[in-house]
C-alpha cells in the first residue's frame, strides 16, 4: 500500500459518537420534506460541520422524466374536538401532518374525518409517517389507540400550509483530492421526526465531510444531501457532464439502530466499491451482512439507473423497511444510539482509507511470464513447490491487467493482504508493475 492515509488516529469514537446524537436530537422535530423551509434549514444545520453549498432549483423545472414540484411550507396544524381542545397536533409531533398535505379549515363529522386519518393497528402506541407529494390531498396521522378513542361528532380541522411555486433544496460538498477522481456520499434528507431513516445518515456525512476536510488524499469525494428520489434525480440532471468522474460511490442511510451492518452492493455489483467495502466490513464488522443490488430502496435506484450505471452500493445497519419501528414515531432519539452513530462513522473512515489504499494495477511484461529467477524473485532450484510469496508474484503479474485492483488480486488469490503488498512492491522495483491512473469503474 502507498502511503496509507490514517483517518482514525486520536479519534475518541464513543465522544464522536455523543456529537452526532446531539446533531440528531437537534434536527429531529424539524419538519422537513421534499421542499420547503424545514429541508432548507436542515441543510443549513450541515454548516456547523462543513460549509456545504446549497443549490435551489425552481419548481416547474423538467429533471430527467420528472417535473420539480411546488414548494410546500407548514406553520401549523391540528385537530379540535368540540371543546376546542387540540386533541392532534403538528406542533407537538411532525409526523402527526401528512407531509404535502394541502391547507384546510373545516368542520366535518368524524365519519368524513376518517379517510384522512392514518394509523398503525399493528403498533397501536405509535404514529406513522405519511406522504402525498404528487396527489393534492390531506391528512393527519395518530396512533391507533387515540384513533379508537375518538368519539363521534364534529370536529374542526384546520391545516395552515402553502403549496406554490418555489424551490427543490439540495447541499453539496467536495474535497478535492490529488486525482479529480470521484467518492459519492449521498444521504437522503426529506424526512420529518424520524431519526435513524434520514438524520442518521446526514449526521455521520457531515461528520465524516469535515474529518477528510483538509487531509491530503489521493482521491477526491463529494457529498450530498438531497431530498430522496426528487432530489437524487434533480441532482443528477443537473451534472450529467461530471457524472463520469465517480468512480464509486454510497448511499448513508439508517446508520443509528443497534442493528449489524448491511451492505448492498452496486448494480454492477462487482466494483471497487463492493470489492472495498465488503474486505472493510469482513476485516471490522462481525456478524455483517451483503445483499445483492436489487432496484428498491433509496437513491441507490437512481445512481444504479441503467442509463447511469453508477457504481454506488448503500450502507445501513438495519435496512429500510426491516425494522417495525422504521416510518414510525418509534424511530426516534431512543432507538438511534450515540454509539451507533459512532461506530459508523469509524466504520466510514475504515472505507476510505482502504479506498484511499486501493490501486489498479497494470503487468508491464504480460506476454508470457516475465523470468523472475533472474531477477532476485523466484526459487532457483526447480521441482520444490512454491511458497505464499511467489504465488502471490503470480496472482499479482496474471490479475494485473489494469481492470483489477490490490483488494481484488487479495480476494480472488485468497492470500493476505499483506502478502499481495509485498509481492505488489517487489514487482514495482523490479519495473515489471505500475499503477494505472485512479481507479476503474
Ligand atoms: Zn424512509
Given at each position: 500500500m502507498s502511503s496509507p492515509v490514517h483517518l482514525r488516529?486520536?479519534?475518541?469514537?464513543?465522544?464522536?459518537?455523543?456529537?452526532?446524537?446531539?446533531f440528531v436530537s437537534r434536527l429531529y422535530p424539524w419538519c422537513r420534506s421534499i421542499t420547503g423551509n424545514g429541508l432548507r434549514d436542515s441543510l443549513n444545520a450541515l454548516k456547523q460541520f462543513i460549509p456545504v453549498q446549497l443549490s435551489e432549483v425552481p419548481s416547474g423545472t423538467q429533471v430527467l422524466?420528472?417535473?420539480?414540484?411546488?414548494?410546500?411550507?407548514?406553520?401549523?396544524?391540528w385537530i379540535a374536538d368540540t371543546t376546542g381542545r387540540h386533541i392532534v397536533d403538528f406542533r407537538h409531533q411532525s409526523l402527526h401532518i401528512v407531509n404535502y398535505s394541502v391547507p384546510v379549515q373545516a368542520k366535518l363529522p368524524l365519519a368524513e374525518l376518517k379517510p384522512h386519518l392514518h394509523s398503525l393497528p399493528e403498533n397501536p402506541d405509535w404514529i406513522p409517517y405519511r406522504t402525498s407529494y404528487y396527489r393534492e390531498?390531506?391528512?393527519?396521522?395518530?396512533?391507533h389507540n387515540q384513533l379508537q378513542s375518538l368519539s363521534d361528532g364534529e370536529y374542526e380541522v384546520r391545516i395552515d400550509s402553502t403549496l406554490q411555486p418555489g424551490h427543490l433544496t439540495y447541499a453539496e460538498f467536495r474535497i478535492q483530492g490529488e486525482s479529480a477522481d470521484e467518492f459519492l456520499f449521498s444521504a437522503h434528507s426529506c424526512h420529518p421526526s424520524l431519526a435513524n431513516d434520514n438524520l442518521s445518515g446526514m449526521a455521520v456525512a457531515a461528520r465524516l465531510a469535515q474529518l477528510l476536510q483538509g487531509r491530503r488524499l489521493r482521491h477526491s469525494y463529494r457529498f450530498l444531501w438531497a431530498p430522496g428520489t426528487i432530489g437524487a434525480i434533480t441532482w443528477l440532471a443537473q451534472n450529467l457532464n461530471s457524472l463520469g468522474n465517480i468512480r464509486g460511490g454510497l448511499v448513508l442511510s439508517c446508520l443509528g439502530d443497534s442493528g449489524v451492518f448491511h451492505y448492498k452492493r452496486s448494480r454492477q455489483e462487482h466494483a471497487s466499491v463492493d470489492t472495498v467495502i465488503e474486505h472493510v466490513l469482513a476485516d471490522s464488522a462481525p456478524g455483517h451482512v451483503v445483499e445483492a443490488f436489487e432496484p428498491m430502496g433509496y437513491d441507490e435506484r437512481q445512481f444504479c439507473s441503467p442509463g447511469f450505471d453508477l457504481p454506488v452500493g448503500r450502507l445501513?445497519?438495519?435496512?429500510?423497511?426491516?425494522?417495525?419501528?422504521?416510518?414510525?414515531?418509534?424511530?426516534?432519539?431512543?432507538?438511534?444510539?450515540?454509539?451507533?452513530?459512532?461506530?459508523?462513522?469509524?466504520?466510514l473512515l475504515r472505507i476510505v482509507e482502504t479506498w484511499e489504499s486501493n490501486r489498479m494495477l497494470r503487468n508491464l511484461a504480460p506476454y508470457g511470464e516475465p523470468q523472475l529467477g533472474k531477477r532476485g524473485l523466484y526459487r532457483t532450484t526447480g521441482g520444490t513447490s512454491g511458497n505464499a510469496d511467489e504465488a502471490a508474484l503470480l496472482w499479482v503479474l496474471n490479475l494485473a491487467d489494469g481492470a483489477h485492483s490490490l483488494l481484488d488480486i487479495t480476494?480472488?488469490?485468497?492470500?493476505?493482504?499483506?502478502?499481495?503488498?509485498?509481492?505488489?512492491n517487489h514487482l514495482e522495483k523490479a519495473g515489471l508493475l505500475t499503477e494505472t491512473n485512479g481507479l476503474q469503474k
Amino acid at each position: 500500500m502507498s502511503s496509507p492515509v490514517h483517518l482514525r488516529e486520536g479519534l475518541d469514537i464513543p465522544g464522536e459518537g455523543r456529537q452526532l446524537h446531539d446533531f440528531v436530537s437537534r434536527l429531529y422535530p424539524w419538519c422537513r420534506s421534499i421542499t420547503g423551509n424545514g429541508l432548507r434549514d436542515s441543510l443549513n444545520a450541515l454548516k456547523q460541520f462543513i460549509p456545504v453549498q446549497l443549490s435551489e432549483v425552481p419548481s416547474g423545472t423538467q429533471v430527467l422524466d420528472w417535473v420539480v414540484p411546488p414548494e410546500w411550507n407548514i406553520q401549523d396544524a391540528w385537530i379540535a374536538d368540540t371543546t376546542g381542545r387540540h386533541i392532534v397536533d403538528f406542533r407537538h409531533q411532525s409526523l402527526h401532518i401528512v407531509n404535502y398535505s394541502v391547507p384546510v379549515q373545516a368542520k366535518l363529522p368524524l365519519a368524513e374525518l376518517k379517510p384522512h386519518l392514518h394509523s398503525l393497528p399493528e403498533n397501536p402506541d405509535w404514529i406513522p409517517y405519511r406522504t402525498s407529494y404528487y396527489r393534492e390531498n390531506w391528512g393527519f396521522c395518530l396512533s391507533h389507540n387515540q384513533l379508537q378513542s375518538l368519539s363521534d361528532g364534529e370536529y374542526e380541522v384546520r391545516i395552515d400550509s402553502t403549496l406554490q411555486p418555489g424551490h427543490l433544496t439540495y447541499a453539496e460538498f467536495r474535497i478535492q483530492g490529488e486525482s479529480a477522481d470521484e467518492f459519492l456520499f449521498s444521504a437522503h434528507s426529506c424526512h420529518p421526526s424520524l431519526a435513524n431513516d434520514n438524520l442518521s445518515g446526514m449526521a455521520v456525512a457531515a461528520r465524516l465531510a469535515q474529518l477528510l476536510q483538509g487531509r491530503r488524499l489521493r482521491h477526491s469525494y463529494r457529498f450530498l444531501w438531497a431530498p430522496g428520489t426528487i432530489g437524487a434525480i434533480t441532482w443528477l440532471a443537473q451534472n450529467l457532464n461530471s457524472l463520469g468522474n465517480i468512480r464509486g460511490g454510497l448511499v448513508l442511510s439508517c446508520l443509528g439502530d443497534s442493528g449489524v451492518f448491511h451492505y448492498k452492493r452496486s448494480r454492477q455489483e462487482h466494483a471497487s466499491v463492493d470489492t472495498v467495502i465488503e474486505h472493510v466490513l469482513a476485516d471490522s464488522a462481525p456478524g455483517h451482512v451483503v445483499e445483492a443490488f436489487e432496484p428498491m430502496g433509496y437513491d441507490e435506484r437512481q445512481f444504479c439507473s441503467p442509463g447511469f450505471d453508477l457504481p454506488v452500493g448503500r450502507l445501513s445497519r438495519t435496512p429500510n423497511g426491516q425494522y417495525p419501528e422504521y416510518h414510525t414515531s418509534a424511530d426516534n432519539l431512543q432507538f438511534v444510539k450515540p454509539a451507533e452513530l459512532g461506530g459508523s462513522l469509524d466504520i466510514l473512515l475504515r472505507i476510505v482509507e482502504t479506498w484511499e489504499s486501493n490501486r489498479m494495477l497494470r503487468n508491464l511484461a504480460p506476454y508470457g511470464e516475465p523470468q523472475l529467477g533472474k531477477r532476485g524473485l523466484y526459487r532457483t532450484t526447480g521441482g520444490t513447490s512454491g511458497n505464499a510469496d511467489e504465488a502471490a508474484l503470480l496472482w499479482v503479474l496474471n490479475l494485473a491487467d489494469g481492470a483489477h485492483s490490490l483488494l481484488d488480486i487479495t480476494k480472488r488469490s485468497g492470500l493476505p493482504l499483506a502478502t499481495v503488498s509485498t509481492a505488489i512492491n517487489h514487482l514495482e522495483k523490479a519495473g515489471l508493475l505500475t499503477e494505472t491512473n485512479g481507479l476503474q469503474k
